[in-house]
């Protein structure tokens, strides 16, 4: 299974951005999809996360300003980044849980895609 992110970029603050990430390979299903972030020197911290249902939860520093969304015939999820700031500056990652042709879930991540917010 691979996950391939894109979108990312360099924005002024107030800007928007969309990142998405697609899934493929040996795929039954995919439980949760999310979005990560993480800065030099940081751990990496859940931006947004998407049940398979479409139940979405937020962190409390992008909560109102990003919205996730999910296409499971596609296999792909989405970040839609409104009202950026140059804390939002980080390198974002999708992660998603997948269930193969075996009946385990297993977590796989993208390559991460660079957002850089200017001031």
């Known amino acids: 299974v691979q996950l391939q992110a894109s979108g990312g970029g360099l924005v002024q603050a107030g800007g928007s951005l969309r990142l998405s990430c697609a899934a493929s390979g040996r795929i039954s299903r995919i439980n949760d999809m999310d979005w990560y972030r993480q800065t030099p020197g940081k751990q990496r911290e859940l931006v947004a996360a998407?049940?398979?249902?479409?139940?979405?939860s937020y962190g409390d520093s992008v909560r109102g300003r990003f919205t996730i969304s999910r296409d499971n015939a596609k296999n792909t999820v989405s970040l839609q980044m409104n009202s950026l700031k140059p804390e939002d500056t980080a390198v974002y990652y999708c992660?998603?849980?997948?269930?193969?042709?075996?009946?385990?879930?297993?977590?796989?991540w993208g390559q991460g895609t660079l957002v850089t917010v200017s001031s």
């Open positions: 992660n998603a849980a997948v269930i193969g042709f075996s009946p385990w879930e297993y977590s796989y």
């Open positions: 998407i049940t398979s249902g479409g139940v979405t």
